[in-house]
Nanobody, 114 residues
Framework: EVQLQASGGGRVQPGGSLRLSCVSS????????MNWVRQAPGKRPEWVSD????????HYGDFVKGRFTISRDNAANTLYLQMDRLTPEDTAVYYC???????WGQGTQVTVSS
């Protein structure tokens, strides 16, 4: 079965950090660019970051401002998102996405609150 399984979300205080992981299965992960997308309550999905197949081409949304780091381990079929200096505005469900397969993971909830 082709799927993406995200984990690592939780509740943190403003200024805290989380590391999201997304394990892929059922397809050749190293052949696909990958994205992180988030959706806050009542809002449209918002692109966060993307990374190319080799991990050399990386882009971030303007709101990231150097706080997040996307990476991947092709040997482990896993995508990561290190998030630092979190703010309440980062509260959302975070999804890993393979645009090439039009495949979304189930999402992991990130809540930033004091």
């Amino acid at each position: 079965e082709v799927q993406l399984q995200a984990s690592g979300g939780g509740r943190v205080q403003p200024g805290g950090s989380l590391r999201l992981s997304c394990v892929s299965s059922g397809f050749t992960f190293r052949n696909y660019d990958m994205n992180w997308v988030r959706q806050a309550p009542g809002k449209r999905p918002e692109w966060v970051s993307d990374i190319d197949t080799a991990g050399g081409g990386i882009h971030y949304g303007d709101f990231v401002k150097g706080r997040f780091t996307i990476s991947r381990d092709n040997a482990a079929n896993t995508l990561y998102l290190q998030m630092d200096r979190l703010t309440p505005e980062d509260t959302a469900v975070y999804y890993c996405v393979s645009p090439g397969l039009d495949l979304w993971g189930q999402g992991t909830q990130v809540t930033v609150s004091s």
